[in-house]
C-alpha cells in the first residue's frame, strides 16, 4: 500500500470502531502517513462529517464526553492528515459531480479533492448509490478499502 488517499468519512469511522473490518488497513494508512511514508487529504466537509458522526459513535458507545471525545480524534486525524481547502476547483468540480452522478455531496468532495492534489478517492465500501455506477467511478480511480 503506497501512494496518496483522499479520504472519505466513512475510512476515518473505520478506526473509531475496535471490531471493524478493516481498521486495521485504517491504522496502516493513518500510521504510514504519520511516518511520511505516503500522503492522506481530507476536504473540510469530511472533518465536518467525521466530527458529528464520530459524536454519535462515541455517545452510542457510552463515552462520557463523546462531543470532547470526537473533538479529540479528529484533532488527532489532521495531525496525520492533509486537508484540503475548498477553492473554485474543487467547489465547481464537486457540484458537476453531483450533478452527473448524483451521489452524496461529501463524496463528490472526496473525488474533487483527489483530483485536485492527483490522489486515490478511498471510500470504505460501495455504497447502495454507487452501485450502478461502478465502471464511471472506477474511470475515476475510485477504491474502496477491500481493494487496497
Known amino acids: 500500500m503506497s501512494g496518496k488517499f483522499s479520504l472519505d468519512t466513512s ?10 473490518p ?42 462520557e464526553n463523546p462531543n470532547e471525545s470526537a473533538l ?12 484540503v481547502d475548498i477553492d473554485d476547483f474543487i467547489s465547481m468540480r464537486a457540484g458537476e459531480l453531483k450533478k ?21 478517492p478511498l471510500f470504505k465500501r460501495i455504497e447502495k448509490e454507487m452501485i450502478p455506477l461502478s465502471e464511471i467511478l472506477k474511470k475515476l480511480g475510485v477504491k474502496f478499502l477491500d481493494q487496497i
Open 72 to 83: 479529540n480524534y479528529v484533532t488527532w486525524v489532521r495531525k496525520r492528515c492533509n486537508v
Open 100 to 120: 452527473a452522478l448524483h451521489l452524496a455531496l461529501p463524496d463528490c468532495y472526496v473525488i474533487a479533492t483527489a483530483e485536485k492534489v492527483d490522489a486515490i
Open 11 to 20: 475510512v476515518l469511522l473505520e478506526y473509531i470502531v475496535k471490531s471493524a
Open 22 to 63: 478493516h481498521r486495521s488497513k485504517v491504522v496502516e494508512l493513518l500510521e504510514k502517513s504519520e511516518a511520511g511514508e505516503f500522503e492522506l487529504y481530507l476536504s473540510p466537509i469530511i472533518l465536518t462529517e467525521t466530527l458529528y458522526i464520530a459524536s454519535r459513535i462515541y455517545e452510542m458507545a457510552g463515552e
